[in-house]
């Protein structure tokens, strides 16, 4: 087990060591910082949607902590559970003064506070799945290497001007969550719901891309931007949605064998419709023959 642990730790180092020397750096491209929405509202607040937009992450972060401690209303039984969550929703708050501080005046400097809160949420939910899926010890130890990985390519980012390493720790979580949660048996029940979440991560991503053609759509209420903050906060809230609903499964099945399970139910179902209609076609037919 150790040395299959090494070899998987081997070849993602050397997968990363080989992009880092074979492509080129990314630098922050300057024009990232030009929103299409930067309207002045309440009292003279620039950029006032883009900032304000942040304010939900502030609520799920404080629910999420407060439930999480409150007598244990989530009921997690793991110690490193407990940590990983809290990592996650102390990010998830920490996003919504972070991002406001980007928006109020976005540059390079105040990106950082933008772009850290957010890996800390991001990289502990991988711990998270460790956790749960693979090994607790594994996943429980993982947790504060994760989040310093994450905040050293922000670092590497912010020092030599060069995005690729923070690429890599948005990129792969981004497989690899949607893909744990496909494959690996779950330890609780409701995993559909990290399918949601990433969903709507997903179509966050989207809209981002898409600041300015979804501003000119709306006729310039609404930039891509701010609905991206509003989508991207939808992710908490299933997660905590997810926490509150679910419970400890009696069988460890992953959702790919539940929907193939399901799948078989549905085709021996049609197969049953096939031979009652079948036998109803059958009938005046034998009728006919009297
Ligand atoms: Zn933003």
Same mark, same amino acid.
């Given at each position: 087990m150790r040395k299959r642990t090494a070899i998987v730790w081997g070849v993602a180092i050397l997968c990363f060591v080989v992009l880092m020397l074979v492509t080129p750096a990314i630098p922050q491209s300057? #024009?990232? &910082?030009?929103?299409?929405d930067q309207r002045e509202f309440f009292g003279g607040i620039p950029n006032a949607l883009n900032v304000i937009s942040n304010f939900p992450f502030l609520v799920v972060g404080i629910v999420g902590l407060v439930l999480c401690y409150y007598g244990n209303y989530f009921k997690l039984s793991l110690p490193g559970e407990l940590c990983g969550w809290t990592f996650f929703f102390v990010g998830v708050a920490a996003v919504a003064f972070g991002s406001s501080y980007y928006h109020l005046e976005p540059n390079d400097a105040r990106l950082v506070w933008d772009r850290l809160p957010m890996t800390v949420a991001f990289t502990s939910i991988i711990a998270i799945f460790i956790i749960e899926r693979v090994d607790a010890r594994k996943g429980t130890f993982s947790i504060v290497p994760l989040i310093l990985a994450g905040i050293v390519s922000i670092l590497y980012w912010r020092f030599f001007d060069d995005l690729r390493p923070y690429a890599v720790v948005q990129f792969v979580p981004c497989i690899a969550i949607p893909a744990m949660a496909i494959l690996l048996p779950p330890?609780?029940? &409701?995993?559909a719901y990290w399918l949601w979440a990433a969903g709507f991560y997903l179509v966050a991503k989207i809209e981002e891309a898409a600041d300015v053609p979804i501003y000119n759509l709306t006729h310039h209420i609404v930039s891509g931007h701010t609905i991206k903050h509003l989508f991207a906060a939808m992710v908490p809230v299933f997660l905590t949605l997810m926490l509150a609903k679910r #419970?400890?499964?009696e069988e460890r099945i992953s959702l790919l064998r539940m929907w193939r399970i399901s799948w078989t139910k549905v085709k021996s179902n049609s197969t049953d419709v096939e031979k009652i209609s079948c036998e109803y076609s059958a009938a005046p037919v034998e009728e006919r023959d009297k």
């Open positions: 300057q #024009e990232y &910082h030009n929103f299409a330890m609780y029940t &409701h995993s #419970e400890v499964a």
